[in-house]
C-alpha cells in the first residue's frame, strides 16, 4: 500500500471517533457561541456563525490537528468595547462598524500568516501574559455577574461594574421583581452546576458537558410550564433572541468608519487579541496530542485570518483557536482536522433545527457559564502561581492587569512589556546588556561528533525580546535527539524563557529525547521556582553554598545520594593540586564547585572555570573534571585525540609514543610522557582496547593522581555518570597494569 492510501485509509477508519468528538465540543461550542457574543453585546447568532466559519475553513486550510476554532473568551472586552463605542450609544450600529473592523483584522492576520508571524506571542512575558488574561476573566465576569442575577440593563466600565456587584445582590432583596428573581435563581443554580460538575463522579452524566446540561435543564423548565398551562414567568428581554430566518437575517459590516482612529485602534486590539490567543491555544494543544504532532502556526494563522475575514462579512464574531473546546477534542480521542469540520457541522444542525428550543435559553444560565469561566482567568490561585515565581513577576502582573482595567488591552500589554524590560535593567543594573546585545548572535549551534548531542551555547542574556532565536533553533532539532543547552556564557534568563523551556524539555522526553540545561549553577534566583529569574552572580557575591538549587544541582545531589558519595556545591579556592598537571601549568584555576567526592576523596568530581590567555585574547572556559588519586606511584603520561594538543605537549619535552603493533591506536591517539619505556609497559593490551572502545576523553597524570576531562565546556548529568563509569574503569585496568 502507498503512503497515500495507507494515510487516505487511516484518514477515513478514524471518522468515526472524529465524528464523536465533533458532537461533544459542539454541545459546548452551542452555549459557549451564544454567551460570547451575548457578552460583546452582539446578536446570539454572531457567536455561532464565527465557530461555524472557522470549523469549515480552518479545517480545510489550516495547519494544526486537533484544535477546534470559534469565538474566543480573549476577545469579549475588546468587542465590547468596539460595540458600546464606535456605535456611539446604538449598539446594533456599533455591531456593524465591528463586523468591519473584524473584516480587517482577518486580512491583517492573514498577511502576518504570509510574513511568517507565528512566533508573535513570543515577544510578550508571559507574566504580562498572564496579567492580561487575568483583565480579559474580570472583564467577563464584571458584566456577566449582573445578567447572572436578573439587571440585564447595567453599564459602565470593568471597575464600575465590579464595584456594582455588591448593591445588585443586594438589591435582589429590597427592591426585586419576580422575573428578576426567577432569572437569578436559574443563574445561581447554573454557576453551582458548573463549579461542582467536575466533583460528581458518574461516566455516563459526563457524557455531556455541564454547558449542556445547564440548556437541556433551564429549556426543560419552559416546557414544564406549557405542560402545566402556565404563563413562562420569563420575558423575551430575558431569553435568547434567535431570528426566525437565521440566512435571511444575516447582518453586513459597514465600512464607513474604516479611516478613523478608534476605528483603526479597533482593528489592531482585536488583531493583537486574537493572534496571541490563538497562537498560545495551538502551543497548549500541541502538548495534548497525543501524536505529539507539532502545528504550522504560520498556516492557521492564515487560515485563521481568512476565516475570520469571512465570518465578519456574514454577521459572524473573531474566528480564534480554543483551547478549552480544544481540549476537550483531544480528551474525546480525536485524531485530525475532521472534528473541526464536524463540530461546525453540528452546530448548523443545531440552529437549524432547533431554533424554537433556543429562543427558550434564559440569559441568565448563558451568563452564569462565562461567571465561571471568567473566574477561571482571574482565579486568585493564578496570584499565587505568579507570585512563587518571583516578586518582579507580581509587580509585571499587577501592573499589566491594572492598565488593563482602567484603559484598555493594547495599553494594558504595552505596560507590561514596559514593566518587565525596566525591571530586567533594574535586576542587572545594566541597561547596556540589553541594548548592546540585542541584535548581536547569541546562539551558537552544532552537533557533536563523538556523542551526537546536539550543543547550543547561549551568550550575553536570553529573555522575552530574543527568546526567538533560541526557539528557532530547537524547533530544527528532532524532538528524539539529546540536547545540552549550555547558559554559562549568558548574564540574564528571564521567567518568560524558563518556562518556554520547560514545554521543550518535556515535548523531547515525551519523544524520547532530552534537553539538558547546564551553566546555571552560578546564577543566583529569588525563590526556589524552577521558572524564576537567574541572574548570573558575581564571584564575591557567590555565597558559600548556593542560595537555591538548580535542576542540574538537583540531579547531581540525587546522584550523589545513589552512588552514596557526598556533594558540595559550595566554592573553594583549594586549586593548587590542579598546578601539578601540565594542562594546567598555564592557565589560572581560580576556584572549583559542585563537587562530588566518595568516602575515601579518592574520586573526586568537580566543576571549574579557568581563563587562557592574557588581555584581550583572554578567554573563560568552564569544564567538568574527574580526579583521581591513585595508590601506588604511576607513569606520568598524558593522552588525547591525535593532533588536538600536540603543540602543548611537544612544547614541555614530550613526544609522541607509539606502541608496537598498535597501529589504529597510534593513529588516533597522540600518547606522550617522561619514561617512554615505562609508559609502553603500562599500556597493556587490555588497556589499549578499553580505550579504543570508548569515547575520547583527555587523560593526564602526575605521578599520584589522574585527571579526567572531556570537553571545554560543562557536563551534562548523563555525560558526568558516563564519564564516572570510564573512570572507574580506567583507574582499575591502570592499577592491574602497575601490579603488573
Known amino acids: 500500500m502507498t503512503a497515500k492510501k495507507k494515510k487516505t485509509s487511516t484518514f477515513i477508519g478514524s471518522l468515526p471517533k472524529n465524528l464523536f468528538s465533533g458532537f461533544v465540543v459542539s454541545l459546548i461550542a452551542l452555549p459557549l457561541g451564544l454567551g460570547l457574543a451575548l457578552a460583546s453585546e452582539a446578536p446570539p ?43 456611539g450609544g446604538d449598539l446594533y450600529e456599533g455591531y456593524l462598524f465591528t463586523l468591519a473592523a473584524i473584516v480587517f483584522s482577518g486580512i491583517l492576520m492573514l498577511i502576518l500568516g504570509f510574513l511568517k508571524m507565528g512566533r508573535l506571542a513570543d515577544f510578550f512575558p ?27 440593563n447595567e453599564h459602565g466600565s470593568i471597575v464600575h461594574l465590579l464595584v456594582q456587584i455588591p448593591e445588585g445582590i443586594l438589591s435582589l432583596y429590597e427592591n426585586y421583581h419576580i422575573e428578576e428573581l426567577i432569572a437569578a435563581i436559574i443563574g445561581l443554580v447554573a454557576l453551582v452546576i458548573m463549579a461542582n460538575y467536575s ?50 437575517n444575516l447582518a453586513f459590516p459597514n465600512f464607513s468608519k474604516a479611516l478613523e482612529l478608534d476605528f483603526i485602534m479597533t482593528v489592531l486590539a482585536i488583531t493583537l487579541i486574537a493572534s496571541i490567543e490563538s497562537l498560545l491555544s495551538i502551543k497548549a494543544v500541541d502538548k495534548l496530542d497525543p501524536h505529539r504532532r507539532r502545528s504550522n502556526v504560520n498556516k492557521d494563522l492564515k487560515a485563521l485570518g481568512l476565516a475570520t475575514s469571512l465570518s465578519g462579512l456574514v454577521g459572524g464574531l473573531n474566528v480564534v ?59 486568585p490561585k493564578n496570584f499565587s502561581k505568579i507570585a512563587q515565581i518571583g516578586k518582579e513577576q507580581i509587580l509585571i502582573f499587577l501592573a499589566t492587569l491594572l492598565t488593563t482595567l482602567f484603559t484598555n488591552l493594547i495599553t494594558g500589554i504595552a ?71 549550555d547558559f554559562s556564557l549568558c548574564s540574564f534568563v528571564d ?154 605537549y611537544s612544547t614541555a619535552g614530550f613526544k609522541d609514543i607509539q606502541l608496537e603493533n598498535h597501529p589504529d591506536f597510534n593513529k588516533r591517539f597522540f600518547l606522550s610522557g617522561e619514561d617512554q619505556d615505562e609508559i609502553q609497559n603500562l599500556f597493556t593490551d587490555e588497556l589499549i582496547l578499553f580505550l579504543e572502545s570508548n569515547p575520547y576523553y583527555h587523560i593526564e597524570t602526575n605521578g599520584d593522581s589522574i585527571l579526567i576531562m572531556k570537553k571545554e565546556r560543562l557536563l551534562s548529568v548523563k555525560e558526568i555518570k558516563a564519564m564516572l563509569y570510564f573512570g572507574k574503569q580506567l583507574n582499575l585496568l591502570l592499577t592491574q597494569s602497575i601490579t603488573v
Do not use: C
Not at 56 to 77: A, F, Y
Not at 223 to 247: A, C, G, R, T
Not at 467 to 480: A, G, Q, S, T
Open 495 to 648: 521567567h518568560t524563557v524558563m518556562e518556554g523551556l520547560e514545554n521543550y524539555v518535556d515535548t523531547f522526553s515525551k519523544k524520547d529525547g532530552s534537553i539538558e540545561i547546564i551553566g546555571l549553577d552560578k546564577h543566583g534566583a529569588d525563590s526556589k521556582h524552577p521558572f524564576a529569574i537567574r541572574k548570573l552572580l558575581p564571584l564575591t557575591k557567590l555565597g558559600p553554598i548556593e542560595k537555591y538549587f538548580t535542576k542540574r544541582q538537583g540531579l547531581l545531589k540525587s546522584m550523589a545520594k545513589e552512588y552514596k558519595w557526598s556533594y558540595a556545591p559550595n566554592r573553594s579556592k583549594k586549586t593548587k593540586f590542579l598546578n601539578k598537571f601540565i594542562f594546567f601549568r598555564t592557565r589560572k584555576v581560580p576556584f572549583f564547585y559542585n563537587s562530588l567526592y566518595n568516602e575515601t576523596k579518592t574520586f573526586h568530581l568537580f566543576d571549574i572555570e579557568f581563563s587562557e590567555g592574557e588581555f584581550i585574547a583572554r578567554e573563560v572556559v568552564k569544564t567538568t573534571i574527574l580526579h583521581i588519586k591513585v595508590m601506588r606511584p604511576i607513569p606520568v603520561f598524558t593522552l588525547d585525540k591525535e593532533g588536538l594538543l600536540d603543540f602543548i
Open 45 to 87: 447568532i454572531s457567536g455561532i456563525i464565527a465557530a461555524v466559519v472557522g470549523g469549515i475553513v480552518v479545517s480545510l486550510l489550516g495547519g494544526s490537528n486537533v484544535t477546534i476554532t470559534g469565538p474566543g473568551n480573549g476577545l469579549v472586552i475588546v468587542l465590547l468595547g468596539a460595540i458600546t463605542t464606535l456605535g
Open 415 to 485: 505596560m507590561g512589556i514596559l514593566v518587565t524590560f525596566l525591571i530586567h535593567v533594574v535586576l542587572n543594573k545594566s541597561i547596556s546588556l540589553f541594548v548592546n546585545h540585542l541584535v548581536k548572535p547569541n546562539i551558537l549551534m552544532f552537533k557533536e561528533k563523538d556523542a551526537g548531542n546536539y550543543y547550543i551555547s547561549v551568550k550575553y542574556f536570553v529573555s522575552f525580546l530574543n527568546f526567538y532565536r533560541l526557539k528557532n533553533k530547537l524547533d530544527i532539532i528532532p524532538e528524539n535527539e539529546n540536547v545540552i543547552l
Open 199 to 248: 466533583k460528581i463522579r458518574n461516566k455516563y452524566l459526563h457524557l455531556i458537558p455541564a454547558p449542556m446540561w445547564i440548556l437541556i435543564l433551564s429549556v426543560s423548565l419552559s416546557y414544564i410550564f406549557v405542560s402545566l398551562n402556565l404563563p413562562y414567568p420569563l420575558k423575551d428581554k430575558f431569553l435568547v433572541n434567535i431570528p426566525d430566518n437565521v440566512l435571511s
Open 321 to 379: 483557536t480554543v483551547i478549552a473546546r480544544s481540549s476537550v477534542n483531544v480528551n474525546n480521542s480525536a485524531t485530525n482536522k475532521s472534528a473541526n469540520f464536524f463540530h461546525a457541522l453540528f452546530l448548523i444542525i443545531f440552529v437549524l433545527l432547533f431554533q424554537d428550543q433556543l429562543r427558550r435559553i434564559p440569559l441568565a444560565a448563558l451568563a452564569a457559564i462565562l461567571v465561571y469561566t471568567g473566574y477561571k482567568l482571574a482565579t
Open 126 to 152: 508571559a507574566s504580562a501574559i498572564e496579567g492580561m488574561l487575568a483583565a480579559i476573566g474580570l472583564g467577563i465576569l464584571a458584566k456577566q455577574f449582573h445578567i447572572m442575577i436578573g439587571h440585564n
